[in-house]
């Protein structure tokens, strides 16, 4: 079965660090890019960035660039999304999500998406 | 930026066809997908290349696309269709999400 396993939810304070992950499992990991999505409390979804699993090819949308940094490690299947400070504004739910088409260029629909990991920033 | 464009809310009656719509500027250029969130869950892709069905999707859901409106058309409603629905695109290297349409099912 191809799935996406996000790792669990976490509270942090304002300033701190911190980097979640994704595993994929099921399909060939260096064949296919990986995308992470966020989605503020009752918000739509919003597009943060995409890596390709063979090669580390990182694409940020221009609202995140800079924001966050998206990394991959091959050799376990997973990628990351990780912050350096905090904000509370950063509070929301992030989904790795797997583009449906195979090659290096990025393009079309996400097929797979994890089951979410939720993100509370608070003092 | 590109924007994609969606009414906020859309309702239906169990057994009538919905419609949601996505807007944007020459967006029948482009490939739209559609994807379906049901409240605690995570989206799930209904609609890919405007008009596929990924495997398991139901037939009653369709897509369109044209001019500068894609349709994403739910034949025969079900009360399991309640959901939030977005669209998608990509503009140039950038991927570009509809702020999504809560269909409701009454």
């Known amino acids: 079965e191809v799935q996406l396993v996000q790792s669990g939810a976490e509270v942090k304070k304002p300033g701190e660090s911190l980097k979640i992950s994704c595993k994929g499992s099921g399909y060939s990991f260096i064949s296919y890019w990986i995308g992470w999505v966020r989605q503020m409390p009752g918000k739509g979804l919003e597009w943060m960035g995409i890596i390709y699993g063979g090669d580390s090819d990182t694409r940020y949308s221009p609202s995140f660039q800079g924001q966050v940094t998206i990394s991959a490690d091959k050799s376990i299947s997973t990628v990351y999304l990780q912050w350096s400070s905090l904000k509370a504004s950063d509070t929301a739910m992030f989904y790795c999500?797997?583009?449906?088409?195979?090659?290096?260029?990025?393009?079309?629909?996400?097929?797979?998406w994890g089951q979410g990991t939720m993100v509370t920033v608070s003092s | 930026s590109y924007e994609l464009t969606q009414p906020p809310s859309v309702s239906v009656s169990p057994g009538q066809t919905a419609s949601i719509t996505c807007s944007g500027n020459k967006l029948g250029d482009k490939y739209v997908c559609w994807y379906q969130q049901k409240p605690g869950q995570s989206p799930v892709l209904v609609i890919y290349?405007?008009?596929k069905r990924p495997s398991g999707i139901p037939e009653r859901f369709s897509g369109s696309n044209s001019g500068n409106t894609a349709t994403l058309t739910i034949s025969g409603t079900q009360a399991m269709d309640e959901a939030d629905y977005y669209c998608q695109a990509w503009d140039s290297t950038t991927v570009v999400f509809g702020g999504g349409t809560k269909l409701t099912v009454l």
């Open positions: 999500v797997r583009l449906r088409i195979v090659g290096i260029n990025p393009r079309g629909s996400f097929d797979i």
């Open positions: 290349q405007d008009n």
